[in-house]
């Protein structure tokens, strides 16, 4: 992917961090996703005093591309707190598969702001059969 496109991802996965809603899990996570016309959309974690009913920063960012109209995902970044880096839980990888094709890249970004990129492929290897009927 384009250098700068990449690094303006990552900031923007960052920034997302900072409005994490996240009182009980105190754990922010910002993201951001790269959509096939250049546009980046991001979201943060939101969390709920009914426990379960957080949402992911990636699907939070997924659904905002979503509502605009897009449909294709070339990559989404995931940014968090910790030294490590955070991958994406199962339910994302589901819906991240919904949009996202063999090419698809995933960005983790870790609290220095060091990334390191995965393919979706190699997270996400065998989507349900539902989803490839669509493609
Ligand atoms: N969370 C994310 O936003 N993305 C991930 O990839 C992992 C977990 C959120 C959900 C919840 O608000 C908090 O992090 C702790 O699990």
Redesign the pocket.
Known sequence: MDKHLRSEMIRQAMDAKETSY?PY?K?R?G?SVLTSDGTIYSGC?V?NASYGL?I???RNAIFQAAFAGKRKIVAVA?SSDERGF????GA?RQVISEFADDKTEIILVNTAGKSKSVSFQSIFPTPPALNKLKK
């Open positions: 996240s899990s754990f996570v993201a974690n969390e957080a992911c920063a990636e995931v955070l991958t994406p839980c994302c």
